[in-house]
């Protein structure tokens, strides 16, 4: 029986469907693994994001603010690009809040700027099933909350 046996794989034709089978099956299984090992994105709880957000931002971690930026309202180069406008503005001491908006939560990152002052970002806290996460869209700000300088129409650039 086995003789049969080596005498059959030692055929070409059933030798490469066996090899691709093994491939495929190998490949499945890294993908499943990958999938169920995935950290999944967001937070627990509007506190935990705020200090998750908080620490990705003084860390630079493009990786981590990456995921916990809600995926359908940011692309892919979301978290990088942003960061790599707060590192143009030389920003220290980053720190994060979070206080009630209108319909969601709102974390608030003001870093200071020396010689400049503070810069800020806000994003509304969204529930992605049972985790919060940025929206990437900006928050629509009112009032003092704003922190403009000027009037409506004037250029403060120069």
Known sequence: MAEKWRARLKQPSLV?????????????????????????????TVKGLTAAVEQALTDRDDDELGRLVDSDSAGDNYAKNYLKRLDDAGPQRIRATV????????????????????????WSAVQDEDRWVLDAAPVVASGSTCGVVGEAGTDTTR
Do not use: F, K, M, N
Not at 104 to 120: E, L, M, R, S, W
């Open 99 to 122: 206080s009630e908006g209108g319909t969601h939560p709102v974390i608030t990152v003001v870093a200071d700027v020396p010689g400049q002052g503070p810069v800020c970002s806000a």
């Open 16 to 44: 490469i469907p066996l090899i691709g089978g093994a491939v495929l099956v190998a490949w499945l299984t890294v993908v499943v693994v990958s999938i169920v090992r995935e950290e999944p994105g967001g937070e627990p």
